[in-house]
């Protein structure tokens, strides 16, 4: 049976979703990872290499994170300025095989880190697949791969900020599906991102998502859920729609009306709960994109962080 991408969901409705019931010591959990990652030594190093796009300098770089992880990425520099903006960019769940020169924005001094499992981070214990990638650890928040995922984001911002001390008053968060979702679990204790776009979140609403017939990593969730509810017990610390309740800094949300891989009502929760200053651009479709949405989104992507230029 075909699924319905709006799962039953207009606007109105999806405006109206909320998110589950947080966990007592939820915030407490976060904070202490993030202390930890903060006293990690990093052991960071950068080395140029060659640079497919003549008009900017690539480094690839590489550095530690939770469990002695070694997490590999890229740096990318635009020629002949200099940036005063530093952006930390996260990928979707089919990994990143290389930086991305086109985004949106400022020129800025900006580094795209892998997470865990996936290409210059790729590894025996972490599947490469979104569907098994998800399931990872999951039995026990403190194994959860997600964790990992999060400790990365956190690493980087680290990097960017050593590596490149002139933008580091002035960092800025971009991260869609996967790394909407994962950035959204991060954002609300790194004090060093000062302004976010997250493109049609995941993970918002784990409760109210594995009832959905999602397809892509909500669809291996599901199934997990349906021999073992418990997993929500473990969920409940991943949740986006959580996690955004927590987040003060201005963020930027593209939402999409209809999308099989990531429930609307899902990213929706997340957006909904920001606790922040917040603006939402409406998608008529996340996967996939359409051609039309992405104009319009790039646009207010452009106009969202020059407006958050603070020097």
Not at 20 to 26: I, T
Not at 53 to 63: A, D, F, Q
Not at 125 to 146: C, K, N, W
Not at 226 to 237: G, K, M, Q
Request: hydrophobic content about 40%; some cysteine.
């Amino acid at each position: 049976m075909k699924t319905d991408p709006t799962f039953g969901y207009d606007l109105t409705t999806l405006l109206a979703v909320g998110g589950p019931v947080e966990p007592p010591d939820f915030a407490d959990f976060w904070r202490g990872q993030y202390a930890r990652i903060r006293e990690l030594p990093l052991r960071w190093r950068i080395g140029e290499t060659d640079c497919p796009h003549p008009g900017y300098t690539l480094w690839e770089v590489g550095y530690d994170s939770l469990d002695g992880f070694r997490v590999g990425g890229w740096i990318t520099q635009p020629r002949g300025i200099s940036p005063e903006i530093g952006l930390v960019v996260g990928h979707g769940y089919g990994g990143r095989e290389g930086p991305d020169f086109d985004l949106p924005g400022p020129p800025a001094v900006t580094i795209f880190p892998c997470a865990r499992g996936f290409h210059r981070s790729a590894h025996p214990d972490f599947p490469a697949d979104s569907q098994r990638h998800v399931l990872a650890g999951i039995e026990r928040r403190e194994t959860y791969v997600h964790l990992g995922c999060v400790a990365e984001l956190w690493g980087a911002t680290s990097v960017l900020a050593e590596a490149f001390p002139e933008i580091a008053r002035t960092v800025f968060y971009i991260g869609g599906s996967f790394g909407g979702g994962i950035g959204a679990l991060a954002l609300p204790w790194e004090d060093r991102i000062r302004r976010a776009y997250l493109d049609v979140p995941s993970f918002g609403n784990h409760p109210l998502r594995v009832q959905l017939r999602c397809s892509g990593s909500g669809l291996a969730v599901r199934r997990r859920f349906l021999r073992d509810p418990r997993v929500l017990d473990v969920l409940a610390y991943f949740d986006a729609a959580i996690a955004a309740r927590h987040i003060r800094i201005p963020v930027l949300v593209s939402a999409a009306l209809a999308d099989p891989a990531v429930p609307p009502p899902g990213q929706f929760a997340v957006y909904n709960a920001l606790a922040g200053p917040k603006e939402l651009v409406v998608r008529q479709s996340g996967h996939p994109a359409r051609v039309e949405d992405d104009r319009a989104v790039r646009s207010a992507v452009e106009r969202w962080f020059e407006t958050g230029r603070v020097f």
